[in-house]
Structure formats: structure tokens, C-alpha cells
């Protein structure tokens, strides 16, 4: 079975882990400010973290068209909607830190950041729309991953075509 590029297997991992770390960084975050607890470095951490995946994902588009992709597994209609979700992926990865970005550049959040200022943060975001953007955003992510999880899992343990091992940094032998 031929596999992904060791490259795209360690950003593929790596941008997970950056994913989650986001996550839990944003609910972290979105709590602290609904209790008037929100700092610049919290804002900060979130923003390198988010912009990481950001490059993360580019980087890999950049060596998915460099090292190329291992064939489909079949040509289905449930393997054309894998492909699809995996499309919808990259763009969720990258449209993601992007709103974030709009979400800075449209709120207090940005001024408080550049002039140091933790009063300026917002308690709220009304009338930011990147912020609402960003929020279903999120959750669109959440289902992408959850169902490139559970078709993984699928193929893992139901089908037993050992799928995995495309993107596991073991060599099989």
C-alpha cells in the first residue's frame, strides 16, 4: 500500500495536535473573557497557535502537490464523499485562522494586543461577525474531524484494509 510522504504524515499529526491545542487555548479563552479574566498572552498564544495551523496547512498543500497522494481506495460514492470531506477539511484549515485573524483586525482585541492594553479587551464581540464566522467555523471543523475519524475507523477495523498505515510513520514490512 502506497503511503503518504513522511513530510505530510508529520504535519498531518502535528497539525492535529495544534488543533487541539487551539481548541482547548479558545475555550480557555472565551470563558476567561465571559469572567473578565482575558489577557493579551492568552489572545496571543491562541493567535500563534491558530496561524501555525494556518501554515501547517499551506505547507501541506505545498507538498501534497510535490509528493503527491496515494491513489483512492476505490471510486464509490462513499469514496467520492472521503474526497469531498477532505476537501472541505483544507478549506475549514485554512478559512479557520483567517477569521481569526478578521476577528483581531475587527474587534478591541487587536488595539488592546498592540498597545499592551489588557482593558481593552472586549467582554463581547457584538457586531464582530468574523467572531460568529469563526464560532460555526469551529464546529464545522469538529464535524469534518469527527467524521474523517469515524470513516477511518471504518476502514480500519470494519473493512480491514488497513488504511491507517498510509498515514502512520511505521514502516511495515
Known sequence: MEKYSKRNIIIHWLTL??????WFLGDALDEARHEGGATIAGYVVHLLVGASVLLMTLA?????????????MGNTPMDKVAKGIHYAL??????????????VLGSDVG??????????????????EAHEVHEVLVTVLITLVVVHLLGALKHQFVMK??????MSLRNKG
Open 60 to 72: 501541506r498543500l505545498v507538498f501534497r502537490s510535490k509528493d503527491g497522494i496515494p491513489p483512492a
Open 90 to 103: 483544507y478549506a475549514v484549515l485554512v478559512l479557520l485562522p483567517v477569521s481569526g485573524m478578521m476577528v
Open 161 to 166: 484494509d488497513n488504511i491507517m498505515d498510509r
Open 111 to 128: 488595539k488592546a494586543i498592540m498597545s499592551g492594553d489588557a482593558t481593552l479587551l472586549p467582554a463581547k464581540f457584538q457586531g464582530v
Open 17 to 22: 495536535a495544534l488543533l487541539v491545542a487551539a
